[in-house]
């Protein structure tokens, strides 16, 4: 599988909209870009995923540049509880490799 | 609706004993995994089913053996535990293996051997 580029962490205040970078400049064709979080002592969460299009759910939007070589992980308004570790995940097969993601800290 | 339950959550092993740790899904899915997270690490595979009855080796497969004798259950054993294999072992399903499908993890269990 291909490998991703993200921050090891950011930081966002609560209320506020927050952007998390992902770079996958050998993405190929056929890779769906995954988007996982895991919170303090849980397991990994799915968020959301894509191809090529732009993609929403009511957790987070996804936006893929044109050329698929990098996205952004969209939280419009950033709380508490979205405090995490977030993987950006190229997914080619059935398998999911994970790299060490951004811890987002979300600040009151 | 209880998605996918590890037990035990906790387990403390001396070296060269063994355990299994369970994994069950309610979801009726084809695909489960095992993985493992070490500190400050992403997860690592190490084994995968790929329907009842069938298993295949990940990228860690070592030291570790699975079962998946009902479709629901998938089972993780340590024969013989080594300090090594301390970590967190998360479990996931899928309802099929094409990419867009997304994982469903446990919660894990938290193994440490001394």
């Known amino acids: 599988d291909a490998k991703t580029t993200q921050p090891n962490s950011m930081e966002s205040n609560e209320e506020e909209p927050v952007h998390l970078p992902c770079n996958h400049s050998?993405?190929?064709?056929?890779?769906?870009i995954h988007w996982y979080r895991q919170l303090p002592s849980q397991g990994p969460e799915y968020v959301i995923h894509?191809?090529?299009s732009n993609v929403n759910n009511r957790m987070a939007s996804l936006a893929i540049a044109e050329d698929r070589k990098s996205s952004t992980l969209i939280l419009h308004r950033a709380t508490l509880r979205d405090a995490a570790v977030y993987y950006c995940i190229l997914a080619g097969s059935y398998q999911l490799t994970f790299g060490k993601g951004t811890k987002l800290s979300v600040i009151p | 609706n209880a998605g996918v339950t590890q037990t035990p959550k906790f387990r403390v092993l001396k070296t060269g004993q063994s355990m299994t740790l369970l994994c069950a899904q309610d979801?009726?899915?084809?695909?489960m995994y095992w993985y493992r997270q070490d500190p400050g690490m992403g997860l690592r595979l190490i084994h995968y089913s790929v329907g009842e009855g069938t298993t295949a080796k990940g990228e860690v497969p070592d030291g570790y053996n699975v079962s998946r004798l009902k479709k629901q259950n998938f089972l993780l054993g340590l024969e013989s535990a080594a300090p090594s294999q301390t970590s967190v072992y998360f479990c996931?399903?899928?309802?099929?293996?094409?990419?867009?499908?997304?994982?469903?993890f446990g919660d894990g269990t938290r193994l440490s051997i001394l």
């Open positions: 050998t993405i190929s064709g056929t890779d769906y």
């Open positions: 979801m009726n899915h084809e695909y």
């Open positions: 996931a399903s899928s309802y099929i293996s094409y990419s867009n499908q997304p994982q469903h």
């Open positions: 894509g191809l090529t």
